[in-house]
């Protein structure tokens, strides 16, 4: 690493921007135009190239595109995938609306050239063949994550993305419609995402990307990020009804209110039950409401707003000791705290509105709120602090989340180059109250508070990107600012005191891309991030290692071989100033010094008929610490090689559906890998069939019945009546076969 990397980072920027400007030729002909689907509205994304001069551009969120070294007489192709593709003959100096129409899904279509966040293309092909199913799969389709869960089922999932133990988010950047759903400074964990409040079958797109690149991402957005966006418009009003094994219900409800050339609006419901397969019931319930408006306004603006609430409860088996097992105290499925478990409610209310100021500059706008409570009683110790009264404790906050964003938006052509510019600034303030840490029995007596206090926390931003396209090559230097205030007020301490830090961090990023022709790119990204400590870490540190910042680097590439074939390929390295540990029992997160990580990813997208699909992701990662001597400086629960894959089936005679496995490998479970967490294979597969406008579906989990644990830990702890403590493997097992049979009517 250079001596100093933000400086060494911020020459290369100013130089390639230089350079790029230096190089730019006189002004040449000009091809404008828009693109619509079939209800007239954007269709962003969508590709649009000159056959003759090979130049190329794609399609803002607001339909509108520019292309250089366009003359009269030369054929454009317009395509997007799912759609149809058009060849065009080009007359004058914009194109009438193009407009394309649905298409079967062919791989064959498929355009390479997909930008610097490559790895949408790979969305858009596995959200065309295999359709999300349940909320635990969307975060799924991110090539390479795994998700555990560890307490019931209510709580957020575990995450693991390139050798990185996310815990629940702290490491990687999750937002809804530009809503963040990371919770810093959350009660049980840095950077908690809990998904549940977003119903699968809402959401349209899936953007994601791996490592520290791209400007638009700030806080936690280390390993990567997932930006999903909900429908604007329904197809159709459903009802669907779920039930399977463990007392498993699920009902949803999808309801389309009004549906008009200008105007949009839904309704979503979902309840969904289940006791799960352990001794002790779950008794989980989460219920969520959604509704959505979309107007298209006037000059092409365009207004919307959503409002969600989310409640859900559950009883937890927790992380059992392997031990307990062995020794035939409990069976896999049983608990040594049956009264685990908590509750947690969201509302969010979200308002968006892009105003055009002309065809190829508009204004973003997001503001959003959320109100949210969470409550969760946990044992990872069971007798070791308290063996009389043991060592339950309970996490809770009540928190208002308020942000705002505007984003200005703007394409123009520099001689042969087409240049886009996002310029933005916004906030956001997380008032988190009674953010409480408590040594507690049966859920009802409080023994102790440990730790009591409000925090106030602030994070004041604004980016640059730019995207400069000209020629085979694309070029993006972006730099991000970002100021994060940090107030707590402990309601333990004798008096009233506000502890108070701030600091601030500017984060570049170059990222370079080669298209040597339609079915082939190359691209190099160079990045500097960061993720922020939990405010009373961070306060009570005074001040040290609140941003600790990541700096990455990707090269790789996009490939078709063949028509019906996508290869997707990258070397990577990431270096982080300071890995965090969360200690849930303690409050705290502790620093865990430097590290680095370095692997490879490899992807494959194969249509092998009209009806048949492949998909799979393999990555390996080789991570140590940096600052421990060797044999002792592994980084724990770290994924070294993981591995999903599967086949999808796509409208074959009324049938779909799809057979998937997911596969990650032993890892050090403790810094010098004497205890290991053991890998898994599991195997899961849905069946559908289209009958008019009825649908049939069998969902199974775990086909095979295979053993496994979902989530692992090495943990010190002592049962009761235990002469001394042990430490070793907690876990909490996966789960073994289910099924259930789902019925949907679309009206």
């Known amino acids: ?314 009883n937890a088996s927790g992380q059992i000791p392997q031990r307990a097992v062995d020794e035939g105290l409990i069976t896999r499925f049983g608990s040594i705290d049956s009264t685990e478990g908590g509750h947690t409610s969201r509302t969010n209310v979200n308002l968006q509105y892009i105003h055009h100021v002309n065809p190829y500059t508009f204004i973003k706008n997001t503001a959003y709120y959320s109100h949210y409570n969470f409550e969760l009683y946990s044992n990872f110790t069971f007798w070791l602090n308290d063996p009389v009264n043991g060592d339950q404790i309970r996490q809770k906050e009540g928190r ?50 440990i730790m009591l206090g409000d925090i106030d926390e602030t994070n004041i931003y604004s980016y640059i990107n730019t995207e400069f396209r000209t020629g085979k090559w694309l070029i993006n230097p972006a730099i991000r600012f970002d100021h994060l205030q940090f107030n707590y007020e402990d309601r333990l301490a004798a008096g009233f005191s506000t502890q108070s ?20 790119q190359y691209f190099i990204k160079l990045g500097k991030g960061f993720h922020s400590n939990d405010t009373r870490v961070v306060v009570a540190q005074s001040g040290r290692q609140i941003l600790p910042a990541a700096y990455g680097a990707d090269i790789g590439l996009i490939w078709k071989p063949l028509p019906r074939v996508v290869v997707n390929t990258a070397l990577w390295y990431l270096y982080l100033q300071q890995e965090f540990v969360y200690v849930g029992d303690e409050g705290v997160v502790e620093p865990g010094g430097r590290t680095a990580r370095k692997g490879i990813d490899i992807g494959l997208r194969w249509q092998l008929n009209n009806w048949l699909f492949f998909n799979g992701d393999l990555t390996y990662t080789h991570g140590r610490s940096l600052d421990d001597p060797k044999g002792e400086n592994y980084i724990p629960l770290a994924p070294i090689t993981t591995f999903t894959g599967g086949f999808s089936v796509k409208d074959k005679s009324g049938f779909s559906g799809s057979i998937k496995s997911r596969c990650i490998g032993d890892r050090p479970a403790n810094e010098d890998n004497s205890i290991a967490a053991k890998g898994y294979f599991v195997t899961d597969m849905n069946i559908n069939y289209q009958w008019h406008n009825i649908r049939f579906g069998i969902i199974t989990e775990n086909i095979f019945n295979a053993r496994w644990n979902e989530t692992q830990f090495a943990t010190t702890s002592r049962l009761y009546n235990e002469p001394q403590a042990v430490t070793e493997i907690h876990f909490t097992p996966g789960t073994p076969f289910n099924i259930r049979a789902a019925v949907t009517f679309s009206f």
């Open 400 to 449: 208002n989340t308020t942000g705002f964003e505007t984003e200005l938006n703007k394409s123009l052509l520099i001689g042969n180059a087409t240049v886009t510019m996002q310029a933005a600034a916004g906030f956001r303030s997380d008032a988190v109250h009674n953010i409480e840490l408590s040594h507690t029995v049966d859920r009802k007596t409080t023994l102790q508070n």
């Open 501 to 520: 830090q701030s600091t601030s961090i500017i984060s570049p990023k170059l990222n370079f891309l080669y298209a040597q022709s339609k079915d082939l």
């Open 1 to 314: 690493m250079p001596d100093d990397p933000l400086s060494f980072t911020m020459k290369i920027y100013i130089l390639i921007c230089s350079a790029f400007f230096c190089s730019v030729s006189v002004s040449a002909q000009t091809a404008k135009g828009r693109v619509i689907d079939e209800l007239s509205k954007p269709l962003e994304g969508a590709y649009i190239a000159n056959l003759r001069s090979g130049t190329h551009a794609h399609v803002d969120e607001t339909g509108f595109f520019i292309i250089a070294n366009t003359a009269p007489g030369d054929s454009i192709i317009v395509s997007h995938i799912g759609y149809q593709s058009r060849i065009l003959r080009y007359e004058d100096s914009s194109f009438n609306p193009v407009k394309l129409f649905l298409s079967p899904f062919e791989l064959s279509e498929v355009v390479i050239n997909s930008g610097i966040r490559h790895l949408n293309i790979i969305s858009s092909i596995d959200l065309n063949t295999s359709p999300v199913n349940s909320s635990q799969e969307l975060l799924r389709k991110v090539p390479g994550l795994f998700i555990g869960q560890h307490a019931g089922g209510g709580k957020a999932e575990q995450i693991f993305l390139r050798g990185f133990d996310c815990d629940h988010g702290t490491d990687i950047n999750i937002s809804v419609d530009g809503m963040p759903v990371n919770m810093v400074s959350h009660a049980h964990g840095q950077g908690y995402a809990d998904l549940h409040f977003l119903i699968p079958e809402t959401v349209d797109k899936i953007d994601f990307d791996k490592g520290p690149y791209f400007a638009d991402k700030g806080n936690l957005a280390t390993a990567g990020y997932v930006a999903f966006k909900t429908k604007e418009r329904l197809e159709s009003s459903s009802v669907s009804l779920e039930a399977g094994r463990f007392n498993t219900f699920r009902v949803l409800g999808l309801l389309d209110v009004l549906n008009t050339d200008h105007q949009s609006a839904y309704i979503a419901s979902e309840l969904y039950m289940t006791n799960g397969p352990f001794i002790a019931p779950q008794n989980f319930k989460r219920i969520n409401l959604m509704g959505k408006y979309t107007a298209w306004l006037t000059n092409n603006d365009k207004l919307s707003f959503s409002l969600s609430h989310f409640a859900g409860k559950w």
